[in-house]
Each structure stands twice: as C-alpha cells, then as structure tokens.
C-alpha cells in the first residue's frame, strides 16, 4: 500500500511539474502556426510561378504575331507556325500542349477575342481558327496553353478550368504590313 501511495504522489508531481513548465510554448505555438505559414509561402509561390509563365506566353506571342505582321511567315501551315510559336516560348512549356489561332478581319469590329471555351476534361469544344491575314488585313493571333497546378487542401486553387489546369490566353491584335 505504501508504495502504491508513493507511487502516486510521484505520478501527481509528474503531473504538477508538467503542467507548469513554460519551455515547450514555443513549440507548440509554432505546430499550430506552421501549416498556415506554409500554405501562404505556397499560394505565393505557385502564383508567382503563374504570373511569370503567363508573361513568357505573352513575349512569345508577340514574337509570333511580329512574324506574320512583318509578312515573314505567310504560307506557313498551322502545325508549321504552332512550332514557330514554340520556338519563341521557353522549355517550361509543353509544346504538345500549346494551342494556336490565326485569323484575319477586316473591319475592327469584327474582330473576336473572346477566350475559347473547353469541356469539363480540357478539351476544346472546336478548333481555333487558322487562316493567315494578307497584307493590309488585321489579323487576330491566340496562343492557348492549359499550365498545371496544385490545390491546397483549404480549398485554395487556381484551376479556372474543370481537369484542374489553368488556363492562360494571349491575343495579339495587328495589321499585317503591305509588301512591297
């Protein structure tokens, strides 16, 4: 009996000296801290990562449409000029992946820039249209790319497309220079 007492007290100053002891506070404060902290760190990595890709699918656009703008590129097929945008984008890009439209207008409130649309699994619902513009027409270039991210488990995506990717859209509108 008597060594179950001690046994006891023992346990209760365990207890006593647990429960007011200061030097795990940090710790604990940071295990209840670090998954937001780490969260916001990701959410402004992938977004950074988003901004950057989408200005390199800008720059490489506008190299493509000052091809064709400068009538340098004129009997180019649409897989033909697809790997002339390709070559102007940097190896992030996944040239299979990169979409492309041309088409020419004659008057300026003809012209169509809206986004194209997609089925829920992120395929195109049509083509985009391919046709060179002859010197004088404006023409109209989309170059389309579907960029892959990652959710977060608070719900926190920026998937804007139903097979989780996130869609990125330049268009280039130009008037093609006359030859001469």
Known sequence: MRSLRRLLNAGRRAAAAFATRQDGGPAAEFALVAPIFI???????????????????????????????????????VTQFKAAVCTNLPHLFNCASVMVGLQSASLTGSISTASPVFNSDGSLKSSLPYQQPTPGQIGVLQVVYQWPVLGLPLGFNFANLGNGTYLMVSTQVFMVEQSQ
């Open 39 to 77: 969260a916001v760190i990701y959410a402004t990595v992938q977004c950074a990562i988003i901004y950057i890709c989408n200005a390199y699918l800008e720059t490489g656009a506008e190299a493509a449409a000052r091809q064709v703008l400068t009538n340098q590129d004129t009997s180019l097929s």
